[in-house]
């Protein structure tokens, strides 16, 4: 056999387990291995093959899936460095507005929701895993960046944020890891794997918030160690690049390619989800990257507490829990349909940002406190079911889409002009692919979106509560679109209960 046709004995080493057969049976009938070349190229992989997926696909594929979490997680963690460095800043020396303030906390969600697009082409061109490897490695310049800007109170404005944008390396994480492991899972599981996979990511936004307050305050003697925020990720990015670079695989059949992305990019609703995504996880990350700024400015009385002493972790409550919820998105999507569960996402989240507004002129930390923890989860819960929606959407386009076409008939869809997709000579998987980073991209942009309408609040009037009042409507807006597209009675999604 050719090495194509069977491992080496070096990549059969460094393979998971090929599964035993069952009792009984002979060799002929265990599960097929995997077809390996060197680079950990594997050429015959196929999730939806029950004997395969049973046998070494599963275990294959859980391995990639815990590396790639740990990979994204660090993105994460770096991509909210600087919404937590930024409120220190005054106190360490650093002569900065209100608006610098609030640049500085944006401008990694900008930045990262831009690269998500091209890093969505990164697993096609380079390999699942190689691509890991190398964005995890691009970590480091914006954490050593970080340690050494911060360390002298004269640096320039442009220079942190400069490097508050290379942050945005860690958003642009999320696109490419994303993409590559719904190759690895068959279409029943990768709600799942996608909220997993997610959710681990989501959680360094969480992470970072706890452990920075720690490391900066620790050991301080009349001053902060803020160079501490970027330097005690640097050996976890090593490990990690070092991981995935010894357990991870290529897939040698994942084609996301341009002409993938140009077809998702034609369907319209790769828009319509991109929008609703910019509430789920724009929400999210925009939130997360904001909370402990809004905690500081909404109750002065807790300053001390908050930004001078190592509680200012406590903000990291509100970004776990909206992670922990991601995967319970996914898996309520697999079972009855990711735009039931984002309607009812929206809902909860218009009603506590109305409760919000209400109990602001209260000064009830607490209050304000638990209202946000069950922001965050609505909004975790949104994230998942939304993302769930992209490959099940895709499928059904491309299959009602054909069947207007042969049999010329309306599929009720709102959308009927999208039906010229269906010439397209790209897969549902293909396009689906793509879209997952490009719908990514576009839905980050709401971690700009959300710090710089809650600084221009608090610029034009001195408070939050007109920014509030404007999530509201958005939030029930997105409500009525996704009823629209994808519940309304005679519409084919609703039919098939995406």
Known sequence: MGPVEQLTADARDRAPAHAPAAAGHGASDTAPALAMRPGRWIDNWDAEDARFWNGIGRTTASVNLKWSIFCEFLGFVVWQLWSIVAIYLPAAGFDLTTS?????????????????????????RFGGRNWTVVSALLLLLPAGGLAWAVSDPSTPFWVMLTLAGMAGFGGG???????????????????????????????????????????VTAFAAGSLNLHLAGLVWIPLILVAAWGARRHMHNLSHAK???AGSLAAL??????????LYIGTFGSFIGFSAVFPKLIKDTFPEFSSFAVAGASLSLAFLG????????????????????????????????????????VLPLGNFWLFLALFIALFTASGVGNGSTYRMIPTVFSLRRAAVAATEANGETDGNAFADARRTAAAPVSPERQASAALGLVSAIGAYGGFLIPQALGASAGATGAYTSAFSGFVAAYLGMLALTWFCYLRPGTAFARQGV
């Open 100 to 124: 610098q303030i609030f640049w500085l906390i944006s401008m990694p969600s900008l930045v990262g929701a831009t690269l998500r697009v091209p890093y969505t082409f990164m697993v096609p």
């Open 173 to 215: 994480n999320f696109a490419s890891s994303m993409a590559n492991i719904t190759y690895f899972y068959p279409a029943r599981e990768k709600g799942w794997a996608l909220g997993l996979n997610a959710a681990g990511g989501n959680l360094g936004a969480s992470v970072a918030q706890l452990v920075v307050p720690l490391a």
């Open 256 to 258: 996301g390619d341009v």
């Open 266 to 275: 034609r369907e319209p609703h790769l828009w319509v989800i991109a929008v």
């Open 319 to 358: 970004p776990l829990v909206g992670s922990l919820a991601r995967p319970i998105g996914g898996r309520l999507a697999d079972r009855v349909g990711g735009a039931r569960i984002t309607v009812c996402a929206f809902a909860v989240m218009a009603a506590i940002t109305v409760a919000v507004t209400a």
